[in-house]
């Protein structure tokens, strides 16, 4: 069964937005928080923004702060991930993940992933 799934991806030009989702089964939601990672090709996963789900306490990579946006829909067990003046350097594979060993954390140790969505920013 589908515990994670992201969706929103697309094709956008330089300074653009796009929003991200990412839907999670009910017991993979009351996990403590969610985050969003990506992976450009040849290079390493990174990640992107994590939520405590219990607080809503957010952290960003330092790359996207002040452009990207993490924020939870309780009633939905969705997280979005608001990206607005978009550059090339974004263009990655996005990947939801849920789980994460504590409150802040921003590492490859989450529990459960997503299959992904692609998100291409042209110049």
């Known amino acids: 069964q589908v515990q994670v799934q992201e969706s929103g991806g697309g094709s956008v030009q330089a300074g653009g937005s796009l929003k991200l989702s990412c839907a999670a089964s009910?017991?993979?939601?009351?996990?403590?928080?969610m985050g969003w990672f990506r992976q450009a090709p040849g290079k390493k996963r990174e990640g992107v923004a994590t939520?405590?789900?219990?607080?809503?306490?957010?952290y960003y990579a330092d790359s996207v702060k002040g452009r990207f946006t993490i924020s939870q829909d309780n009633a939905k067990k969705t997280v979005h991930l608001q990206m607005n003046s978009l550059k090339p350097d974004d263009t990655a594979m996005y990947y939801c993940?849920?789980?994460?060993?504590?409150?802040?954390?921003?590492?490859?140790?989450?529990?459960?992933w997503g299959q992904g969505t692609q998100v291409t920013v042209s110049s």
């Open positions: 993940a849920a789980d994460c060993p504590y409150s802040g954390y921003i590492g490859p140790d989450f529990g459960y």
């Open positions: 009910e017991y993979i939601y009351s996990y403590n928080c």
């Open positions: 939520i405590y789900i219990g607080d809503g306490s957010t």
